[in-house]
Structures are given as structure tokens and as C-alpha cells.
């Protein structure tokens, strides 16, 4: 019962926080400190909830190194994005208004902070962490790719490609992330710069959800394939190859340092008759 305990304790927290924070976006500020607020809380559930269900330290939210982990995270996700973006407007057509909004900023500064945290929790802190137990890293993280995937299909504008890029390139990175590390700060920091770079910078639509004005008054028009069309950027071939780019780069390290967790063998009766004691 562990997983459900988990999921219901920090799904709550995100649940009731995600949905302060977007109902409050009339006021950056409350936004901000709502969506700040969301982070922390549910950092917090996590911590214990997933302490007193395992009864271990909870190392992958360990407070040592925290920062620098999450500011190495939120660099890699702001450059990503940024040669995606700078790959699709050398192969579409893009036009640059100058300023956009600073409010607009500082609110999807506080929606993408309790959206990365959350999902982080949730996806690779529950989800990805206890299938890889029992399956291994490769298969949970082609499990819990697919299924971040598949859950962007409840947004306004999504599309069955847009679902699979997302999969692709989002679902297998952050958990490859985790797994280099073995602690969450880095794929929290990574979906937060990259989330924060699309929305609250270059003012693009998000998995097939439109968001306010950011800081640039940026719009990009062209074939779907290069664009992402309605559902954004992340729908973009240029998003799946950095992604995949990356995650390559992530198992790899997590390879080097021995991290990766192989799956389990099923045991035979036969072998098992031979282990037990005569």
C-alpha cells in the first residue's frame, strides 16, 4: 500500500496547489508565492509520508547539495530549450515584438514552480523509484515515459504525436536525470528551466495548453513537424532529438557510476529447491 499512500499524499498537495496558483493568476504575486508555497508543502509530504511508509532516510531529497543541484537543472533546462527554439527559427518562420509581459513572468514563474516540483515528486520521485525495484532503470523509465506522456492527452490542444514526443523526450530525460543522480533536485531544476524558458520567456503554449504572455513577444509559425503547431514546441522533432540527445548523455553517467538497476530474474522452482537449505 506504500504507492497509494504516497500518490494520494502528494497528489493532494499538487492538486489543491496547482489549482491555487492558476486561479489566482490575476495577481503575479499571489501566484508566485502560492506556487513557491506548493513546492515547499509538497517537498515536505514527500519527505514524510515516504519516510514513514519505507522507514529509511530519504536520501533523494537529501538537503546537501540541494541548490547547486537544482541551479545546474534549471541552466541545462533555459540552454535546452534555447537551442531547440533557436533550431526551430532557423527552419520556420518566427517574429519578435520586442517585450512582452514582466507580470506575465513572475505568474508562470509560480505555476511552472509547483508544476515541476509536483510532477518530479510524483513521476520519478513514486512512480519511477518503486517500478524500477522491481523491473529495473530501462523499463521503468519506458513505463513512466509513457504514461507522462499519455496524460498530456487530457490538454485542449493535444495530438497523439504530441503525447509520444512528450514520452520521448520529457518522460525519458527527467528520469535518466534522476537516475545519474539519484536525487530529485536535478530533474525538478531541469523541468522548471525548461518549462519556465517556453512560457515564462518565450511566451509559447505548453504541451497543448495556452499560457499568458512572458517576457518576449515571441510567435513562431511553420510546418507542425518543425514547430509543434497547437501543441507547442515540445511537439517539435528538434525537442525529441535534444531530448533523446540527453538522455543518452544521463544513462550514460548514471552507466559510469553504477547506477543503473538491472532488472530482477525471475527465479525458477528448480533453482529455488536447489538454494534452500538441506
Known sequence: MRIVWQLVAV?????????????????????????ALTAVLGVLVYRWVVGRTE?????ELARKGAVGA???????GLALFGVVIVNIASAAEYKLDGLGSVTGAVTLFGVMTAAAVSEELLFRGILFRIIEERAGSWIALALTGLLFGLLHLVNPDATLWGAIAIAIEAGGMLAAAYVATRKLWLP??????????????????????DTQQGLLDFEISGPQLITGGDFGPEGSVYSVVWGVLLTIVFMWLAHRRGHVVPRRRRVGRGEAAAALPQ
Open 188 to 209: 525538478i531544476g531541469l523541468h522548471f528551466g525548461w518549462n519556465f524558458a517556453e512560457s515564462g520567456i518565450f511566451s509559447a503554449g505548453i504541451s497543448g495548453t
Open 70 to 76: 537544482m541551479a545546474r537543472g534549471i541552466l541545462i
Open 11 to 35: 497528489f493532494a498537495i499538487a492538486l489543491i496547489g496547482n489549482q491555487a496558483a492558476a486561479a489566482a493568476q490575476g495577481n503575479p504575486w499571489l501566484s508566485l508565492g502560492l506556487g
Open 55 to 59: 522507514r529509511r532516510p530519504v536520501t
